[in-house]
């Protein structure tokens, strides 16, 4: 995952390499400083490019009350390396493209450009060591990147997002691009599963959620289909109306920060949930949920006309009207200490940080294992399939007051709810909620608060575990007569009013399911 470099409180024009002796220091001093026209310098500093520049100050006195009235502004100028998008000498002329921070949620491509005043082989040597802080070694430079776009996608503006705000950052960047727009649903299905996996870095889709979804089965569907899965990366161009994958890969769900941090991002593994339904079978990289959830999500269609409002007043409708999706589950448990839990948590967070500072490349048995074509196929489910008998491990409990089932393999499931506070993409676990439907509704309205700070698994009401796996038959769920005509009223306005089958969300896309008498 990328990061935004910190800049502490050390020196910026330190050298992070450090300094032996006082010649030595100058001698690194004068390695990392280029002198330029205009009586300026940039300097390589410890997480940024200090640019020094009499020539800011007017500039940007200029810039303030159309220049009539004189004001001191700043000569210097730090661009942290994360943002250089590009640096290049051509004749005595230095350019550098970097992103620029335009706003809290936006980035714009910008640059510096310089006539050079020593035209000795420094310049050069300069640049190279400008882009290693730049790219560090665990970073590819100029992606090759094969960009998919829903224009369909969240409110039909993927298009015009990429144009826009991605485009040239990728250009800048000196990336690889080649644009396809899906035609359908399921083309991107087609698309991952035919091409040339060799060919690109990464795949990045511009749109929701859906097209990574898709891009995962689309491979998973592959001869060799862990290969595939192994050699590109997936990424998410935030354009749909749900962009959870950008959230927590990109921590952003602005296009342009996450075409920054596509540039500038590492691959990391992520573990995939097979699920299998009858005879079908699909990869899931974010979330399952059954009831309240699911139903809010995709049981609304009759409420489309209140825009994105319609999730919100699904939910509402459900918890206060405590609407139960009773259903049985077996559960192969790993831990449901949520102290525990949380300390697991913490401890591979900090190995993972550790990690990142030591800027680790991938592991290069990996890559030869990839290369040599071992481990290719998609291994057997260890668990099991829908249709095979229940493993010994599963503990099977009667849930006839479930109120939602919700099953997450990352943290953020949108901009306002860190559901699964303690979700690591790469454990080989997902994390399960569980809620009782007869919770009190005041206390339903207090979960849905806490949703936003991680919050969650905090609430003593809530079941929080992990768990390697699960199985889940729902069930017709009967009100007492009494109350009958009142249910039906309640599934009217929550938007479901002539659904006859139960929702469930595999990653924001509805599968269908037979409820069980
Ligand atoms: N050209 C197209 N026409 C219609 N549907 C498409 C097209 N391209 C992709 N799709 C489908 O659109 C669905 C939703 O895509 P996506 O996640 O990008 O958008 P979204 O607005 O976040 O979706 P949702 O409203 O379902 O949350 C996917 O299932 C995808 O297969």
């Not at 310098?41 to 810039?63: M, N, P, Q, Y």
């Not at 980035?107 to 006539?115: F, G, L, P, S």
């Not at 139903?295 to 409708?317: A, P």
Request: with cysteine.
């Amino acid at each position: 995952m990328p990061s935004t470099p910190i800049l502490n409180n050390a020196n910026p024009f330190d050298d992070p390499a450090g300094s032996g002796s006082e010649a030595g220091a100058a001698e690194l001093d004068s390695h990392n400083v280029l002198s330029v026209d205009r009586n300026a310098t940039l300097t390589l500093g410890t997480d940024a490019l200090i640019v020094l520049d009499e020539g800011l100050r007017h500039r940007r006195a200029a810039a303030n009350c159309c220049g009539l009235v004189p004001q001191l502004g700043k000569t210097t100028r730090a661009i942290p390396f994360y943002n250089v998008l590009w640096a290049e000498l051509k004749e005595f002329d230095v350019t550098i493209h970097y992103a620029l921070n335009t706003g809290k949620k936006s980035c714009a491509v910008a640059y510096i450009n310089y006539n050079i005043v020593d035209k000795s082989l420094h310049a050069k040597s300069w640049i190279d060591r400008l882009l290693q802080r730049a790219y560090p070694p665990n970073t590819k430079r100029r992606k090759r990147i094969k960009v998919l776009i829903n224009p369909f996608g969240g409110q039909g503006y993927a298009q015009k997002l990429w144009t826009r705000g991605v485009e040239p950052i990728f250009a800048a960047a000196h990336c690889e691009v080649e644009v396809e727009k899906t035609a359908c649903r399921g083309h991107a299905v087609e698309i991952a599963e035919k091409m040339n996996v060799d060919a690109y870095d990464v795949i990045a889709c511009a749109s929701g959620d859906g097209l990574p979804y898709e891009v995962f089965n689309g491979l998973a569907r592959r001869e060799n289909a862990v290969r595939a899965l192994k050699k590109v990366a997936v990424a998410q161009i935030p354009c749909g109306s749900g962009n959870a994958m950008s959230l927590n890969l990109n921590g952003t769900d602005s296009p342009s920060l996450a075409a920054l941090a596509i540039v500038k991002g590492i691959r990391i593994p992520m573990d995939l949930v097979a699920i299998t339904q009858g005879s079908n079978k699909y990869y899931s990289f974010l979330s399952q949920a059954v009831g309240i959830i699911a139903e809010s999500d995709l049981g609304t269609e009759s409420l489309r006309w209140m825009g994105s409002f319609r999730f919100t007043w699904g939910i509402l409708v459900r918890l206060l009207g405590q609407t139960l999706y009773p259903a049985e589950v077996s559960v192969v448990v790993e831990n449901d200490d949520k102290h525990a839990i949380k300390e697991a948590y913490r401890h591979a967070i900090q190995v993972s940080e550790v990690a990142r500072a030591k800027q680790l490349t991938q592991d290069d048995r990996e890559e030869d294992r990839l290369l040599n074509g071992q481990d290719n196929d998609i291994p057997t489910l260890r668990y099991g399939t829908v249709q095979d008998n229940l493993h010994s491990d599963f503990q099977t409990g009667d849930m006839p007051t479930l109120g939602n089932f919700y099953v997450g393999n990352m943290c953020w499931v949108s901009p306002d709810a860190a559901f699964f506070a303690t979700a690591l993409p790469s454990d080989g676990k997902v994390d399960m909620v569980n809620i009782d439907g007869l919770l009190p509704r005041s206390k339903s309205l207090q979960m849905l608060a806490s949703a936003g700070d991680g919050g969650v698994i905090d609430l003593p009401e809530v079941s929080y575990r992990k768990v390697r796996a699960y199985r889940i038959t729902p069930r017709v769920h009967q009100p007492p007569s009494q109350k009958r005509l009142r249910a039906k009223f309640r599934q009217w306005l929550g938007g479901a009013g002539k659904q006859k089958e139960g929702l469930i969300a595999i990653d924001g896309e509805a599968q269908c399911m037979n409820l069980v008498a």
